[in-house]
């Protein structure tokens, strides 16, 4: 019979637990047995499961692909120049660059992305050009002669992975197939084996559908189009809604569009299986089903929180997981591998190592009846800082399919790595990952020197099962640099020279090699790409953050290691044409540093504020006052200048991606939740903040000043700030109601970003030293807390 409590569940399902481990064991000791990953090492097994999953598509084809993302790349010149030839004799995951007799360069790889990963190795080692998620257009010159160069290369890594399935909310909500075109060809050229689809929303319309249920019941299930990630996990229900058969049916077609681009270049795709996650209607249909009260996640209200979970040894989930495969695989095809997450932040409804090893095998079993050669891709999210995930609890879980059978993604490898806990995820193939990334905020931060050692000493860990490495940001188009390095050091087989690699990196990003420009990121790296500490980094400054007396802002660093560095590209501008194609990315560069010194100062605005209230110093508060809101100002002056940095463009996106005008309001509200309130009444605040022009002006700096304005009033009266009365204010009248605003913001650049940049240096490069009001309250520098 249904239940709706999680105690009666655990009560009910008791009885079933010995009849579940039976199935296991017969799952253990017979079926599957047809794919062996019992390979010595996990590098063999790798390259075992890597050939199992590669896709069908002919080298012609491959290849073809292959040289269109060149042609893309750099023009028609491509095929005299480039010759590509796609070669299975060859070592998994291994190119070679020759030169042909007629002069052009033979790029020779496994399958089409090898091939891709060639170029781009030839473009950014020979050439000394490369690319940039916001850059994927090379202007090669007219008269260029190709040096002849002879280079082969493996990787150390049989999987290259990218996304994270919040990626596809953060970052991809809006995107059409223009877009997808260019993050495809990119994901081509870092040589990216693997990634996922997780597009399943019209699949589902039809699975409920038959099951019973009726639309408007599946619409109230339905998040909208910006927070679809966390319905497909569970976490929540409705929000946003609904999701017109029109959008429905556009991602559809879009994701079959995506998965046949990636499989043509020979990337193997994860699809979306059955996790177990329900409407709350259906359990009125079928009452003879054990149901389980999802928990309620981050605080949302019970009208979108609370979904029901189908245990996975229930007839019921073993029907839905068929029927929904099924379609799944009839829409997109297979590459054998399906991805589900039943407990991502989320505590299962039963403790005990019986209940998880018969879960995780029911689970996998419902994927191995409809593709006996199935590989479940998981997410080791759920382990990450979860108390409830003792070791028996995770062995249980990860041991009840055959090995090799289950794929897990080390989600955060660079911070929280659990393969250690794990043992190798007790003999599971796994994944390491960086996500650096949450939300897809701003703000420049990596762990350069804990990647580089960090992938070597996973591969040397005794036993070690790794079998790849990998990103898995929540939100791209930040910190490229942490992406590329990441990625190349996940194909190299021992560390990288960290300032052999830096030094590159700014001579292939600008186009020019000079000792300024190589110094500036010799102190980025040295700095705000140092981190190595385990506090939770989720980019939520003091700029971005809703004003208290509360907040504790800190730094890893020297903040005048971001100013020399500002300087030195600023000095750097004469030596980069204007008309060259690197000095976007100049630009780009110069609005994120300015931005990154402004965000610093603004912390440390913050601890002089804090200061002067507990001191009741009216003058020096109303002071720092005047000057954090003039810095509010200036950045966004220097944010507005650059067409990466503003809420236009996203406002506009969401708008133009909406299948009808009637739905574009919706869309539009999506949008502008997401990135602020996060909820119906700012369940997640900020999480996702943007330091975009737009919002700097029309959000963050109005609840800065409403803040300072109250503090203020309560100094010259001489009372308590109240600080809860302000919450309840500035969610009333600014946060809240900034979801369901309708102004139009720019979608193109304005003003100088030289001239811009250059100004505000002069203008703040000396406030600390100009004034007493900041006395000597700095930042804190905590000691480093992570890995030696």
């Known amino acids: 019979m249904a239940v709706g409590g999680r105690t009666n569940g655990k009560m009910q399902l008791n009885w079933k637990l010995a009849l579940a481990l039976l199935a296991v064991l017969c799952l253990q000791l017979g079926q599957g047995?047809?794919?062996?990953?019992?390979?010595?090492?996990?590098?063999?097994?790798?390259?075992?499961?890597?050939?199992?999953?590669?896709?069908?598509?002919?080298?012609?084809?491959?290849?073809?692909?292959?040289?269109?993302?060149?042609?893309?790349?750099?023009?028609?010149r491509s095929s005299q120049l480039f010759k590509v030839q796609v070669n299975k004799n060859m070592d998994l995951r291994s190119f070679q660059i020759t030169m042909l007799d007629d002069g052009r360069i033979l790029l020779m790889g496994w399958d089409g992305v090898s091939v891709c990963k060639a170029f781009h190795h030839y473009l950014k080692y020979v050439l000394n050009k490369d690319v940039d998620w916001f850059k994927m257009r090379i202007e090669l010159p007219t008269n260029l002669q190709l040096p002849n160069v002879t280079i082969e290369s493996k990787s150390a890594s049989p999987f290259i992975y990218h996304q994270n399935v919040c990626t596809w909310s953060y970052s991809f909500a809006w995107w059409g197939f223009e877009q997808w075109r260019r993050h495809l060809d990119w994901m081509a050229l870092m040589g990216?084996?693997?990634?996922?689809?997780?597009?399943?929303?019209?699949?589902?319309?039809?699975?409920?559908?038959?099951?019973?249920?009726?639309?408007?019941?599946?619409?109230?299930?339905?998040?909208?189009?910006?927070?679809?990630?966390?319905?497909?996990?569970g976490n929540i229900r409705g929000w946003a809604g609904p999701l017109t058969p029109g959008w429905r049916r556009y991602q559809l077609l879009l994701q079959q569009e995506i998965i046949a681009a990636q499989r043509n270049l020979g990337m193997s795709v994860a699809l979306p299986a059955f996790a177990g996650h329900v409407p709350r209607a259906l359990k009125h249909l079928y009452p003879e089903s054990t149901f389980m009260e999802v928990q309620r996640w981050n605080q949302f209200p019970d009208q979108y929180c609370c979904g029901l979970f189908v245990e996975p040894t229930e007839n019921l989930f073993n029907k839905i997981a068929s029927i929904f495969l099924q379609k799944i695989i009839t829409t997109y095809g297979s590459n054998h591998i399906f991805f589900c997450d039943p407990f991502n932040e989320l505590e299962p409804p039963v403790a005990k190592p019986e209940y998880m090893r018969s879960t995780a095998a029911a689970i996998y079993e419902s994927m191995r009846r409809i593709d006996p050669q199935a590989i479940w891709l998981l997410q080791g999210w759920m382990f990450v800082k979860n108390p409830f995930w003792t070791t028996d609890m995770a062995e249980a879980f990860l041991t009840a399919a055959p090995r090799g059978r289950i794929l897990v993604l080390d989600l955060q490898s660079e911070q929280f790595p659990q393969y250690e806990l794990t043992r190798s995820y007790f003999g599971q193939p796994f994944i390491w990952c960086m996500l650096h990334n949450f939300g897809g905020t701003l703000g420049m931060f990596g762990s350069a020197k804990l990647i580089n050692s960090g992938i070597e000493e996973a591969r040397r860990l005794p036993n070690s099962s790794l079998v790849g490495t990998g990103i898995t940001p929540e939100g791209i188009g930040q910190n490229y640099v942490m992406y590329s390095f990441t990625l190349e050091r996940g194909w190299s087989n021992k560390p990288l020279d960290l300032d052999s690699w830096f030094t590159h990196f700014s001579h292939t990003r600008y186009g020019v090699k000079d000792e300024r420009l190589e110094q500036a990121w010799l102190l980025l790296k040295n700095s705000v790409y140092s981190f190595r500490g385990l506090q939770k980094m989720r980019g939520q400054y003091v700029v971005t953050r809703r004003p208290s007396f509360n907040q504790e802002p800190f730094t890893w660093y020297n903040a005048s290691a971001v100013l020399d560095a500002w300087h030195l590209l600023l000095s750097s501008r004469a030596i980069i044409p204007l008309e060259d194609d690197r000095y976007e990315m100049y630009e780009h560069d110069l609005v994120d540093i300015t931005r990154q010194f402004l965000q610093i100062s603004a912390d440390q605005f913050y601890v002089n504020l804090r200061s002067a209230f507990r001191k009741r110093q009216v003058s020096r508060f109303e002071f720092l006052s005047t000057k954090l809101l003039k810095l509010f100002d200036d950045m966004e002056l220097i944010l507005a200048s650059s067409r990466n940095f503003l809420l236009g463009n996203w406002l506009q996106q969401?708008?133009?991606?909406?299948?009808?005008?009637?739905?574009?309001?919706?869309?539009?509200?999506?949008?502008?939740?997401?990135?602020?309130?996060?909820?119906?009444?700012?369940?997640?605040?900020?999480?996702?903040?943007?330091?975009?022009?737009?919002?700097?002006?029309?959000?963050?700096?109005?609840?800065?000043?409403?803040?300072?304005?109250?503090?203020?009033?309560?100094?010259?009266?001489?009372?308590?700030?109240?600080?809860?009365?302000?919450?309840?204010?500035?969610?009333?009248?600014?946060?809240?109601?900034?979801?369901?605003?309708?102004?139009?913001?720019?979608?193109?650049?304005?003003?100088?970003?030289?001239?811009?940049?250059?100004?505000?240096?002069?203008?703040?490069?000396?406030?600390?030293?100009?004034?007493?009001?900041?006395?000597?309250?700095?930042?804190?520098?905590?000691?480093k807390l992570g890995p030696k």
């Open 192 to 233: 990216i084996s693997l990634t996922i689809a997780p597009v399943q929303e019209a699949i589902w319309v039809e699975v409920y559908s038959e099951l019973g249920l009726r639309l408007e019941e599946i619409d109230e299930h339905l998040a909208g189009p910006a927070f679809q990630a966390w319905q497909r996990m």
């Open 654 to 783: 969401a708008k133009q991606a909406a299948p009808s005008p009637g739905e574009q309001r919706n869309f539009e509200f999506n949008a502008r939740n997401q990135i602020t309130a996060w909820g119906p009444d700012g369940q997640i605040l900020d999480y996702a903040c943007k330091q975009w022009s737009g919002l700097v002006s029309d959000y963050y700096m109005p609840r800065w000043r409403l803040f300072l304005e109250d503090v203020t009033v309560a100094l010259h009266s001489r009372r308590p700030f109240n600080g809860t009365a302000f919450k309840l204010k500035v969610s009333q009248d600014i946060e809240l109601p900034f979801s369901n605003k309708v102004d139009v913001y720019p979608v193109t650049p304005v003003g100088n970003t030289w001239l811009i940049s250059q100004d505000i240096f002069e203008t703040w490069k000396d406030y600390s030293k100009n004034t007493h009001f900041l006395h000597n309250n700095r930042l804190p520098v905590p000691r």
């Open 33 to 76: 047995s047809e794919l062996n990953f019992n390979a010595a090492s996990g590098v063999e097994m790798g390259l075992q499961m890597a050939a199992h999953l590669a896709p069908s598509t002919t080298t012609d084809v491959q290849e073809t692909a292959a040289m269109a993302v060149i042609s893309r790349l750099i023009g028609e």
